[in-house]
C-alpha cells in the first residue's frame, strides 16, 4: 500500500478561487486514492463548493483560514500580519510536517516571502528559485528561476542547475539531463557578468551534464532539460512563451474559420491538431515547485483553472515518493564539506 501524501491547498488564492480550486482537489482525489488534500480559507465557502461533487470524504479536509491575501499587497508584511491567512496557515501545517506540500494560486510574492520565513530554506541552499515545466519539441525542460531571484550570483545558478537536475531525473524521469545556461550566443566569452563568471563554474561542475550556453530560440526546440538563468530572464522568457503560444492557437483556429474549404480542412486536421497542441499546454505539466525549501511549495499559475491544480497536487505525489527533497539536501551537504 502507497504512502498518503498530504496536500495543503489554498482553496482562497487565484482569479478562479475557490470554485475551480476545490474542483481541482476533487479531481485529484478521486484520481489517486493516496492523496489527501488539506483545503485551507474561508470554511463555509469551501463547504458550499464541496457539496456540488461526489468524492471519498476522508481524502479531503478543511482548515479554516478567515483572511486573505490579496495579489496588490506587499508580501512580506501580508506573510507578517495576516497570520489567519490561507496562504499562511497551509504553510505552517507543511513546517509542523502536518503536510508534505503546500499549492497556491495566489499572491506570488506572499508565497516566495511565505516560502523561506515560514518553511524555511534547506541549509545550505543560498537562493531557492522557481522552476515550472515548459513544453518543448520533446517533452518538457525545467525553466530555473522564472521569478524569485532577480539579483541572483553564479554560486546561485549553479545551485539552481544541481537542483534541477536532481528534479528532471528523479520526477520527470530523464536520466543524466542536460544542463545549459540561457546566453545571448553559443560562444563561451558571450554574455553579461553574470552569465561569463558562472559558465566556468557549471564546466567545472562533475554531478551535472553541463552542455553550455542555449539562445532562447532553442529552448522550444529542447537543446536542453535545464535551462539556468537569473529570474528576470526566466521570467520575461516563461511569459513570452505563454503568449506566443496563446497568439498561435488563436491565429490558427481563426485561420480555419476564414472559408468553406478551410473549415472542411480544419475538420479533418482537428483531432491530431488538438493533440499536437495539448502537449504545448502548460497547465497539464502543473505549477511551479520552489525548489531547495524545507518542504514542498508549489506556485500555480494566479489564472489557474481546475486542470492546473489537479496536475499541481499530483506533481506533489511523484516529489514525496521520489524523496527529492532528501535528494537536495544530500547534494548540498555534500558540496558544502568539499
Keep these: 500500500m502507497q504512502e498518503t501524501v498530504r496536500v495543503a491547498v489554498d482553496a482562497m488564492g487565484g482569479d478562479n478561487a475557490p470554485e475551480q480550486i476545490v474542483k481541482g482537489a476533487v479531481d485529484a482525489v478521486n484520481s489517486k486514492k493516496e492523496i489527501k488534500v488539506i483545503l485551507t480559507g474561508k470554511k463555509d465557502q469551501i463547504e458550499r463548493e464541496l457539496g456540488k461533487y461526489t468524492y471519498p470524504k476522508e481524502q479531503i479536509e478543511i482548515v479554516h483560514a478567515g483572511e486573505v491575501i490579496e495579489m496588490a499587497e506587499p508580501p512580506v508584511k501580508a506573510i507578517r500580519t495576516k497570520k489567519d491567512s490561507s496562504i499562511v496557515v497551509g504553510m505552517n501545517l507543511v513546517k509542523k510536517k502536518e503536510a508534505d506540500a503546500f499549492v497556491s494560486a495566489g ?31 520533446n517533452g518538457v525542460a525545467l525553466l530555473v528561476d522564472c521569478g524569485a531571484n532577480v539579483d541572483a550570483r553564479p554560486s546561485h545558478l549553479v545551485q539552481f542547475a544541481q537542483m534541477g537536475s536532481i528534479y528532471m531525473e528523479h520526477v520527470i524521469g530523464i536520466k543524466n539531463p542536460r544542463v545549459g545556461i540561457v546566453n545571448i550566443g553559443a ?25 553550455g550556453s542555449v539562445e532562447a530560440r532553442d529552448i522550444p526546440a529542447g537543446a536542453c532539460d535545464v535551462v539556468v538563468c537569473e529570474a528576470f530572464v526566466g521570467n520575461v522568457i516563461l511569459k513570452l512563451y505563454e503568449g506566443v503560444g496563446a497568439t498561435l492557437i488563436s491565429k490558427v483556429k481563426e485561420g480555419m474559420m ?9 475538420w479533418l486536421v482537428k483531432p491530431a491538431l488538438k493533440k499536437t497542441l495539448k502537449s ?19 506556485k500555480a499559475h494566479g489564472s489557474s483553472k481546475s486542470t492546473e491544480i489537479t496536475n499541481s497536487i499530483i506533481q506533489c505525489v511523484q516529489f514525496k515518493q521520489q524523496q527529492i527533497n532528501e535528494k537536495m539536501k544530500e547534494k548540498i551537504m555534500a558540496e558544502k564539506t568539499e
Design 107 to 137: 499572491s506570488t510574492g506572499a508565497v516566495l516571502v511565505g516560502g523561506q520565513l515560514i518553511v524555511g530554506r534547506i541549509k545550505g541552499v543560498e537562493r531557492p528559485p522557481l522552476a515550472p515545466l515548459i513544453p518543448t519539441k
Design 280 to 298: 504545448f499546454d502548460a497547465s497539464q505539466y502543473g505549477g511551479a515547485p520552489l525548489l531547495g525549501l524545507n518542504g514542498l511549495v508549489v
Design 258 to 266: 476564414t472559408t468553406l474549404r478551410s473549415k472542411i480542412g480544419g
Design 187 to 211: 560562444e563561451e566569452e558571450k554574455g553579461n557578468a553574470l552569465v561569463k563568471e558562472t559558465f566556468p563554474l557549471l564546466k567545472q561542475c562533475k554531478d551535472i551534464n553541463f552542455i
